[in-house]
């Protein structure tokens, strides 16, 4: 079973920064890991993957601002926001899979994404 544990998440103002990080109880893979977001209401949208090819993968209201990257010694997975706006403004989670898991929640590039945290609070305002 793998446990995955968010932080790094706050209110700040626009254009201001945040780190994300995610801990795994377990190793983290290097590939099938990535962030998703969620607002009330909505359903979760990816943010930033890193697929089956080592190929990150960006949302286009990501792209430019934020960067995924991991640390594979410390099981540990970040998410670098930048110039974050408003609309950034959601419950951010970590998720990891892989390609053969059984009923993942989503299923792209390559990977089914099975394993969550409980996510962190990121609140933008103008």
């Known amino acids: 079973q793998v446990e995955l544990m968010e932080s790094g998440g706050g209110s700040v103002q626009s254009g201001e920064s945040l780190r994300l990080s995610c801990t795994s109880t377990s190793p983290l893979s290097s590939t099938c890991v990535g962030w998703y977001r969620q607002v009330p209401g909505k359903a979760r949208e990816e943010v930033a993957l890193?697929?089956?090819?080592?190929?990150?993968t960006y949302a286009w209201s990501a792209r430019g601002r934020f960067t995924i990257s991991q640390d594979t010694s410390k099981n540990t997975l970040y998410l670098q926001m930048d110039n974050l706006q408003p609309e950034d403004t959601a419950k951010y989670f970590c998720?990891?899979?892989?390609?053969?898991?059984?009923?993942?929640?989503?299923?792209?590039?390559?990977?089914?994404?099975?394993?969550w945290g409980q996510g962190t609070q990121v609140t933008v305002s103008s």
């Open positions: 998720t990891t899979g892989g390609p053969n898991v059984e009923r993942p929640l989503y299923f792209t590039g390559g990977c089914g994404y099975k394993y």
């Open positions: 890193i697929d089956r090819r080592h190929a990150a």
